[in-house]
């Protein structure tokens, strides 16, 4: 098994940065893929980010240009630096990791972005 625990969301106004950790409880090195996704209120969750072991990235487009994923294995925590917050950008943020075919999730934390 594998727990999740984000931090970094906060309330930022547009134009803004924050950088989003999710820290996991056992090694990254044996995670296959870890994501991020975001959930705006009466939307349905959508994928934001995503990196596999080897490195691999891939961004939704909305996020492009923006956002970056980035892995610390030593530190077994993932980070998604936003940048150029937009209030479009305002959500609940939720970490999953998939490991050895299951799917675990965080508990999500909340980015605000509004003047």
């Known amino acids: 098994q594998v727990q999740l625990v984000e931090s970094g969301g906060g309330l930022v106004q547009p134009g803004g940065s924050l950088r989003l950790s999710c820290a996991a409880s056992r090694s990254i090195d044996s995670i296959a893929l870890i994501s991020w996704y975001r959930q705006a209120p009466a939307k349905q969750r959508e994928l934001v980010a995503l990196?596999?072991?080897?490195?691999?990235?891939k961004y939704a487009d909305s996020v492009k240009g923006r956002f970056t994923i980035t892995r610390d294995n030593a530190k077994n925590t993932v980070y998604l630096q936003m940048n150029s917050l937009k209030p479009e950008d305002t959500a609940v943020y939720y970490c999953k990791a998939v490991y050895t075919e299951s799917s675990y999730w965080g508990q999500g934390t909340q980015v605000t972005v509004s003047s």
């Open positions: 990196v596999a072991s080897r490195g691999t990235t």
